[in-house]
DNA sequence: CAAAATAAATTCACTCAATGAAGTAAGTAT
DNA sequence: ATACTTACTTCATTGAGTGAATTTATTTTG
């Protein structure tokens, strides 16, 4: 039996191409020229040939599509990388991506640092900036503002204008309705109900769009990370608090009225410890970063610095040097970490759950086989696979690229662009 | 505010028509064809004009797939009901689904007494039958022959030949995969991973197809309850266990890989109470009849009779006759019951929540407001409607004949049948 | 009551995307 | 060199749907 916990520190170590590997779904109807668009980017490369069958469609309408492409500068012919001269016949002709044929820019907004990257067509990091966050709460106005200076940056170092820029992703943490581009509600605002994607669109004269944290997580695991070539995963995060996303059918479930999947305020007991949304009982209560410190104040000398991060590392620093206080709040922390796992696996039953969050970094136990104690906790004994990514601070911004990147395909490919 | 409660006792209360009020989704691509049959199926009757307008197709595209279904004997204009005579211009023609153009089965299997119903195309029992079940677990053989002789006693009640069915649907409990009509468990059968679909239809000669009993209760609600006209809501069943199903975008939604949704298993107490699943804390072990029936049985003078319906029936009258034990037991499983209601609105944030199953006949205190008591345990503050059903035995078999009609609409309409 | 107005339904030339068969291109096997 | 194989292109055909013009059926207005 492989391990099921796997430690791993970058995106786009899978395969070859971006996005989802997968087509969206049987019934998801799109143009077909999207479809073989996104083929091509998922494979990385793909001849006319094995795009006809691979869509069930004839060889003609590929070729019909493919000259489209090319003509729109989105795709082109490219030297077949792995040419095979045992098998004859005439040799496929690889079609690639365009990278530049058009870029996205991708924002990550949180308390401490904002992080944002220029992109190409394909994901491509061409340009990186971050801005320390000093308020942890601030008006609509500034946030605009500091979203206005990362863009200004992203385009100085890349050497781009903004009309280059086909969308902007913007991720954050909060009531967040990405349909209509509303934050109901957002750790890093005084407001509510603010329609933050129509504010800044306007601003910028690019269309943008905005979800929350968890769901960027889950979107750069869909393009770039293990979540590619899987139609139905699980994301669950712990750090601050406890979060999930979900993709079914190779597309971000978002819940039902775009709200949902809260699975850090699932109650796990009745009446039990209370948590930061001032109810008792949440999972978030037991697991999430805040709830670990909180305990550890009550028996260490650490916590009293303040700051969240460095409280959790030292903490576990306690644990790794033998301290049993420690050990005991990250163990107990680990069983309701299995039970959160094991209440997505009896309710969703996904191909696969991708462990992530700041926490991956210190937490789990190498030598603690996850799936084995998931087991323990589930009916379904074709358990599905678990691994931890322990990603560097780059996957926020990614992700939200990848929210970009999602829009921008869509109408880059509804016509050919003169 | 309205009471979140509603009780009621037989299905197809609902305006005009069956079938999902809603199409599946936007991405669903179907055939207009089945689009037009499924408009005027949901609303009963419909015009043509309105029929185009609703599925934003030409007005004469909806003449010709008209002319096709009315040929093929599907639908018929008819006089239309609710002519209004203030409107000028030349008036609408009213079209309605024939009847009598298809017929369906639907059968339930339960451990105590199989019930089965034959059905017009609209939903409409035209005959019934049940079976009193001695075994509570039987070979396939035996349950093949079961199924065979409430199948012949509905075609002998109905005078109609099994030629004149066009597909048959069977629920019951147990681990059931649809997509491929297998069972891999259930406590109906002795074997396991039985293509039980395959062998009926090859018996009867007629498609066969199977799901569970939270399954076909959701789409009881969908085509003939309260689940009509929502888009996103859920059903949560509690007797002998707790079970749930899900409608997102007006589809029955079965999990990622044909399980999920076992709520009834989703942990709420680390090291709880102990389920007849072998493991401890599942929220069954504290709301299903079986785990109410063990704490009666250890206070109170009942449960001794074996039959957990009647000791279910004692349990109730002894609670609503001011027993404090009896009391004391409802409303513990009542905590549990709204902590229930809480997940399911914290993940799937639905429009609805439908509460189905026997427990609904004497459990839930009509003056308890459960909506005020889930939004105590919810960050939404939206929460969303709960309403309680106490169906009759019927809401199974019907069921059933809505999985047999979903399946049947799709090939009736795919072509014009001679 | 006839004419005008209005809306539903029908008809039909046209569009558009895709098919599928025939033909062309570009390589391997013998 | 010839046969074979596979990839790609071309193009007449299909089929579903559009949209404008027309017909039909009714109410309102003069």
């Known amino acids: 039996m492989s391990r099921a916990i796997l430690h791993s520190d970058s995106l786009s170590r899978s395969t070859s191409g971006c996005g989802p590997a997968l087509p969206e779904s049987d019934f998801a109807k799109k143009s077909t020229r999207k479809q073989v668009f996104e083929y091509v980017r998922g494979h990385g490369s793909a001849s006319r040939s094995d795009t006809a069958r691979a869509l069930s469609i004839s060889a003609g ?137 129509n504010i800044v669109s306007e601003q910028t004269d690019t269309p943008v769009f905005i979800d929350n944290d968890a769901n960027i997580v889950t979107l750069a695991e869909l393009w770039f990370g293990d979540g590619r070539g899987k139609s139905n995963f699980a994301v669950m995060t712990v750090e601050h608090g406890v979060g999930m996303g979900l993709v079914l059918n190779n597309r971000l479930f978002r819940g039902a009225r775009g709200m949902g999947l809260e699975l850090g305020h699932t109650k796990v007991q009745i009446g039990g410890a209370l948590c930061r949304c001032g109810q008792r009982g949440c999972l978030e209560a037991y697991l999430a970063d805040y709830a670990l410190i909180k305990e550890a104040a009550a028996v260490l000398d650490i916590a009293k610095l303040g700051v969240e991060k460095t409280a959790m590392e030292q903490l576990a620093t306690a644990s790794k040097s033998g301290d049993p206080s420690a050990q005991a709040i990250f163990d107990n922390a680990n069983k309701y970490l299995v039970l959160g796992l094991a209440n997505i696996v009896q309710l969703f039953d996904p191909d696969l759950i991708i462990l992530s969050g700041e926490r991956m970094r210190y937490s789990i136990p190498k030598d603690v086989h996850l799936r084995t104690e998931v087991n323990k906790l589930t009916l379904n004994k074709n358990a599905c696979e678990i691994v931890a990514h322990a990603w560097d601070g780059s996957v926020w911004a990614r992700g939200a690229s990848a929210l970009a990147l999602t829009a921008a395909t869509d109408y880059v490919t509804r016509e050919s662009r003169q």
Chains 1, 2 share one sequence.
């Open 61 to 197: 309408a590929v070729t019909g599509i493919a000259a489209e492409l090319i003509a729109a500068g989105l795709i082109r012919e490219i030297e077949d990388p792995k040419r095979e001269t045992t098998v004859r016949g005439r040799p496929p002709v690889a079609l690639a991506i365009v990278p530049d044929s058009f870029h996205v820019i991708g924002i990550h907004l949180a308390n401490e640092r904002h992080s944002a990257i220029l992109t190409d067509s394909i994901g491509t990091v061409l340009a990186e900036t971050a801005l320390d966050a000093h308020a942890p709460k601030r008006s609509v106005e500034e946030l605009v503002d500091e979203i206005s200076l990362l863009i200004a940056d992203l385009l100085n170092v890349s050497g781009m204008t903004k009309t280059q820029i086909s969308a902007i992703g913007i991720g954050f943490a909060g009531l967040i309705d990405h349909t209509t581009g509303t934050v109901s509600w957002s750790p890093l605002l005084t407001e509510t109900d603010v329609k933050l994607a």
